[in-house]
């Protein structure tokens, strides 16, 4: 509906030219106006659609668009719809607390599900920097640090099945981890995720453990300087448009990793008929308009011929009997 009113239908134009015809605009400024008024009311409804995203989100822009496949299922590059891929569009709500993300780890206990897995997806920028490019993945765990900053602890081991995870020190409790610590059978690929928790002890902060669920390790392994705090988080994805966040990266060359194919041949299939539908709506209307207009046309002169004759019949009677004079 958004895109149809951007396309000046015949109905339309039949409509707008008999009202400014009474105002008497010179034909030739009529295209122009109801072009302007088009134009109007798209970007009108445009900017409404913006500020309701806004006021959803709280964060402006809220979108961002997924430049890598680090959170794609599967080794054979194919998008899938619920999941998040190379070229989607992703709406993102801002948090204020730690306590607004669900982990992987609560999400698992809870059932709490989002993008194929359990848990939140969470926007952040690496190490605090806003001028780094934003880095989307999963939550997996919030690890508090503890006060003689010897280990951590994560309050949401203590619902998870213990089958679930395991330590290389025995002696580690969901309170006190101090060694390796490993979460087992993880997303789509059934992956042991290892977290060393001798390495987060030198960033003396608590935070987010993060990982992508196509990579094979946490964020802190690929060099993230420790669990990412709260305040680095931007929000967490809520929603995403497939598809069309290709035609920005290929606009700036900030594609990191090859589009899927079934991405790229159903952005195009869902542009084609985003222009085509119009068109054939247009046409469509039109035809209908002017088969109304001809049956108005044909009844009207049903109706001029039919009181002719009655008129003609009068005055045939009339003349056979004049009127008697008194």
């Given at each position: 509906m958004?895109?149809s009113?951007?396309y000046a239908s015949?109905?339309?134009s039949v409509?707008?030219?008999?009202k400014?015809?009474?105002i008497?605009i010179?034909?030739?400024?009529r295209?122009v106006?109801?072009?302007l008024?088009?134009a109007?009311?798209?970007f009108?409804f445009?900017c ?13 822009p ?5 430049e890598?496949n680090?959170?794609m ?7 899938d719809?619920?999941t998040i891929?190379?070229g989607d569009l992703?709406?993102v709500?801002?948090?204020?607390q730690?306590s ?5 780890l609560e999400?698992?206990?809870s ?18 920097v806003s001028?780094a490019?934003p ?7 919030y690890?508090e640090i503890?006060p ?5 602890k994560?309050?949401?081991l203590?619902n998870v ?8 020190n025995?002696?580690?409790?969901w309170d006190?981890?101090t060694s ?9 690929g059934?992956q042991?995720?290892?977290i060393d928790?001798r390495?987060?002890t ?11 669920d196509?990579?094979?390790?946490i ?9 990412v705090?709260?305040d ?5 994805a809520?929603?995403?448009i497939?598809?069309f966040?290709?035609?920005k990266l290929?606009?700036?060359?900030t594609?990191g990793?090859?589009?899927p194919p079934n991405s790229?041949?159903?952005l195009w299939i869902?542009?084609?008929m985003?222009?085509?539908a119009p068109v054939v709506?247009d ?7 002017k088969?109304?207009?001809?049956r ?12 002719s004759?009655v008129e003609k019949r009068?005055e045939g009677?009339?003349q056979?009997d004049p009127?008697?004079r008194p």
């Amino acid at each position: 509906m958004t895109i149809s009113i951007l396309y000046a239908s015949s109905t339309l134009s039949v409509v707008a030219e008999s009202k400014l015809k009474g105002i008497r605009i010179p034909r030739k400024y009529r295209g122009v106006l109801l072009f302007l008024r088009d134009a109007g009311i798209a970007f009108l409804f445009v900017c409404l659609v913006l500020l309701t995203m806004f006021a959803y989100t709280g964060m402006w822009p809220p979108l961002v668009v997924v430049e890598s496949n680090s959170m794609m299922h599967g080794e054979d590059n194919l998008s899938d719809i619920g999941t998040i891929d190379t070229g989607d569009l992703v709406l993102v709500k801002k948090v204020d607390q730690a306590s607004d993300i669900e982990t992987y780890l609560e999400g698992y206990v809870s059932g709490y599900r989002s993008y194929g897995d359990y848990g939140d997806v969470i926007v952040y920028e690496r190490g605090g920097v806003s001028a780094a490019t934003p880095i989307i993945h999963r939550a997996m765990m919030y690890l508090e640090i503890n006060p003689d900053n010897s280990g951590y602890k994560c309050a949401a081991l203590k619902n998870v099945p213990q089958t679930k995870w395991s330590t290389l020190n025995t002696a580690d409790t969901w309170d006190n981890l101090t060694s390796v610590l490993i979460i087992h059978d993880v997303g789509w690929g059934g992956q042991s995720v290892t977290i060393d928790i001798r390495a987060m002890t030198t960033s003396d902060r608590s935070g987010f453990i993060t990982k992508g669920d196509h990579n094979s390790a946490i964020d802190q392994m690929y060099g993230a300087a420790g669990p990412v705090n709260v305040d680095w988080v931007v929000g967490k994805a809520r929603g995403e448009i497939p598809w069309f966040g290709l035609l920005k990266l290929w606009s700036t060359d900030t594609l990191g990793s090859p589009a899927p194919p079934n991405s790229v041949r159903n952005l195009w299939i869902t542009i084609a008929m985003i222009v085509i539908a119009p068109v054939v709506m247009d046409i469509v209307l039109t035809h209908r308009e002017k088969k109304r207009i001809e049956r108005r046309r044909a009844l009207y002169a049903a109706n001029t011929e039919d009181r002719s004759k009655v008129e003609k019949r009068v005055e045939g009677e009339e003349q056979k009997d004049p009127p008697s004079r008194p």
